[in-house]
């Protein structure tokens, strides 16, 4: 017979083992749902640089290694809603996966409904786990789930299920949604095109929205050929660093720096005026208010947001500009919308100014360019092909025309073109007086989710810039404090000029919002855009499931440049007045071309081929190769060497069977006209980072032989060749 002591024993080991390995596995599922939860809130953030994004990136595996507290917790909403991606960290045996449950079980508050994939992933309701956790515990393991749970609980899985569900939309709606341009140009175009009149104002909304969605066009292929944005490895800046050199990179630094400093003042006179007018507080003291916000989220270093949050600010600001119009409409009057204003009309002088302000908040209206520079790893992880990604894009746009028709419309029907001429703030404050106090609650809440959001999104792109010029020297907390003073400091300076500019009256959002944009985003919308397309149509990484070939047509590209770039220096020459600002303008579009000519001059249209083995750890991910040449798929002779085995294929694309027993791999491309030859090796981890594989690389084109380790340089090399066939060996230490 068995001593009693014995068993005891028996059982403490029974209980203790398990429970020591599971506390170990369940830190490894938080971790990696804090990884995710990380890497989801780093896509939903604009403005972004690289070093912010990596300096997150550091943080989060520093705590890990030092075994701290996660700079983010996950919930057991957030447990249940990466359970796919975590599933394989949890051993087959039953005794681990009940004791997990078991930590689970005593660590969060959860009902048996509530947890559908967690279950799935710890295997609960198969009954080998279920016998392991009676025998391991003495009671049901139902007893984890809890019967009734609070209403604060209740509203985090509401919250939930409305996550889970916009995340299930289909890849099409989610760019169509994420791109869709916003409110600010809106809130200023009845007041630019009281100027001119309706009929040369329908003209003019159709004009730039078609432009607009070529140019969206453009970038949104760009994005989708470009390995860097594909995968989340840069953002708009490390976009143009690698297709269009340093030279672009640094004016498109500068821009940004400078169109994002003016662009905050803007905003704060957009959101004080507006709340002022619904509330009666004075202006400056929103103002106030909001500096405060941005200063909070500075500390923090980061919105928290999450594609969801987006999602739905935009559904609900896009729901917003749809129905201020519609309050708009009873009011219209048919003599407004006959108003005649052009030079030719009545014999009125010809005004430039006018013409000026149309230019510059047409572009803003349209402008949701750095929203597609910024979005693409969202939708291209659920379509590759880049077929929803393009076409979500470009009819973001084309709705948006619709509402500014609207818009014009309505408002500029409703309210008579002197009021509108001399309005200050935004059109909001007019159609408020004309159609009554609804519209300046639901002004207010559109102000706040599109200006307000975009001013701390914008304060905290500068911050992160300010943040990458001035590394941090020392891990003592005054120097901390020295570096936080600093980063905040053109926050501080936008504050103090947009109280300046309230207190004085001097500024009017309209105008300011036109003359600034003016100039700046002809660059950032046009520019830009136009050069990536013809730069990564050579040399992209991948070819998109759709382009629309007339795009890249010369005549297409060189129009499209000298309409943006054009109309920059027309506002130096005949539209603007004052002599600084002329000056200005002509001074920006001499360096536009001299750095646009240096761009080529180096060589950014140079053709490409691009040899990219992938190994794709993520659910449902595939390990593949892809080769292509010049912009478009190029057939190679490739062969895969196994333990014992070697397979032959020849194709520009194609899957990369057991790649843990993969020895090396052949490329044999033939022949083509292309002056580089880019050789990238990795993998992409659970979490979506990509990460170079250590391989060792043989390259050889004509007389030319090489042999580097990809170690070093993060699974990438980039070598010229002279128009001849390569051959290509990657092998596995």
């Not at 309706?198 to 453009?218: D, Q, R, Y």
């Not at 504050?495 to 660059?523: D, H, K, M, R, Y």
């Not at 759709?546 to 795009?551: D, E, I, N, S, Y």
């Not at 990238?680 to 250590?694: F, M, Y």
Request: charged share 15%; glycine share 8%; proline share 6%.
């Amino acid at each position: 017979m068995s001593n009693p002591s014995d068993l005891m024993a028996r059982e403490q080991v029974l209980r203790g083992l398990p429970a020591k390995r599971a506390s170990t596995l369940l830190f490894a599922v938080e971790s990696q749902t804090a990884h995710l939860l990380l890497r989801e809130r780093q896509e939903a953030t604009l403005y972004l640089t690289q070093a912010a994004a990596e300096a997150g990136e550091h943080a989060f595996l520093r705590a890990l290694a030092e075994g701290r507290a996660l700079p983010i917790q996950p919930k057991i909403q957030d447990l249940e809603h990466y359970a796919p991606q975590w599933a394989a960290l949890v051993p087959a045996d039953a005794n681990s996966r009940a004791a997990i449950a078991r930590l689970l079980g005593d660590k969060y508050l959860f009902t048996y409904e509530a947890v559908p994939a967690l279950r799935r992933a710890l295997g609960l309701d198969e009954p080998a786990v279920q016998q392991a956790y009676q025998r391991l515990y003495g009671q049901p393991l139902a007893t984890i789930y809890a019967t009734t749970i609070t209403w604060q609980d209740h509203l985090r899985w509401a919250w939930a299920r409305v996550n889970r569900r916009l995340e299930n939309l289909p890849p099409f709606w989610i760019a169509f949604v994420l791109t869709m341009p916003g409110a600010p140009g809106l809130l200023a175009l009845p007041i630019a095109l009281a100027r001119i009149g309706p009929a040369a104002g329908i003209v003019v909304v159709i004009l730039f929205g078609l432009i607009n969605m070529l140019t969206v066009a453009a970038l949104a292929e760009t994005v989708a050929r470009s390995g860097t944005t594909r995968f989340g490895l840069g953002f708009l800046g490390q976009l143009v660093q690698e297709y269009l050199g340093r030279a672009g990179s640094l004016l498109l630094t500068a821009v940004l720096a400078i169109n994002n400093f003016l662009v905050l003042i803007i905003f704060y006179l957009g959101v004080g005026g507006t709340l002022e007018n619904s509330t009666g507080l004075p202006a400056f003291l929103w103002n106030a208010a909001l500096f405060a916000v941005c200063i909070y989220f500075l500390f923090r270093g980061s919105l928290n947001s999450t594609v969801t949050v987006a999602l739905l600010i935009v559904l609900v600001s896009t729901l917003a500009i749809l129905v201020i119009p519609l309050l708009a409409l009873p009011h219209v009057q048919i003599s407004n919308l006959t108003d005649l204003r052009l030079p030719s009309a009545q014999g009125q002088p010809f005004d430039p100014a006018a013409l000026g302000l149309v230019v510059g908040v047409m572009l803003t209206t349209f402008f949701s360019h750095f929203l597609v520079a910024s979005y693409g790893p969202v939708v291209l992880r659920r379509d590759p092909s880049a077929r929803s990604w393009i076409g979500g894009s470009v009819a973001a746009v084309f709705v948006f025309m619709l509402i500014a028709l609207l818009w014009m419309v309505a408002v500029n029907g409703a309210i008579p073109p002197e009021v509108l001429a001399a309005t200050t703030g935004t059109v909001l404050t007019p159609l408020a007086k004309m159609v009554g106090p609804g519209i300046q609650w639901l002004g207010s809440l559109l102000v706040i989710l599109s200006l307000g959001l975009a001013t701390i999104q914008v304060s905290l792109g500068l911050y992160y810039l300010i943040q990458e010029r001035f590394p941090a020297q020392s891990a003592r907390a005054r120097n901390d404090r020295s570096r936080f003073l600093i980063s905040i400091s053109p926050a501080i300076a936008v504050f103090l000029l947009s109280e300046w500019l309230t207190l004085t009256g001097a500024g009017s959002f309209a105008i300011l919002l036109g003359t600034v944009n003016a100039i700046s985003l002809p660059l950032l919308g046009g520019v830009f855009p136009v050069l990536l397309l013809a730069a990564t149509r050579r040399k992209g990484d991948f070819v998109p499931g759709v382009a629309f070939g007339w795009l890249g047509h010369p005549a297409i590209l060189a129009g499209t440049f000298l309409f943006f770039w054009g109309s920059i220096l027309v506002h130096g020459l005949f539209i603007w007045q004052e002599p600084l600002l002329r000056a200005f303008a002509l001074f920006t579009g001499l360096i536009v071309l001299g750095v646009t000519i240096v761009i080529l001059r180096r060589g950014a249209l140079d053709p490409r081929v691009v040899i990219e083995l992938r190994q794709d750890r993520r659910l449902g991910g595939r390990d593949e190769f892809n080769v292509t040449a010049n912009g478009k798929p190029a057939a190679a002779a490739v062969q895969l060497e196994y333990p014992g085995e070697v397979q032959r294929l020849n194709a520009f694309n194609g899957a990369v069977p057991a790649f843990a027993t993969l020895r090396a791999v052949t490329f044999q491309v033939p022949a083509a006209k292309a002056s580089q030859l880019k050789i990238w090796a990795h993998q992409i981890t659970p979490e979506g980072n990509s990460e170079g594989l250590p391989v060792i690389v043989e390259a050889e084109s004509g007389a030319a032989r090489k042999q580097f380790n990809l170690k070093s340089s993060d699974g990438l090399a980039v070598l010229p060749i002279n128009d001849t066939a390569c051959q290509v060996r990657i092998t596995f230490p």
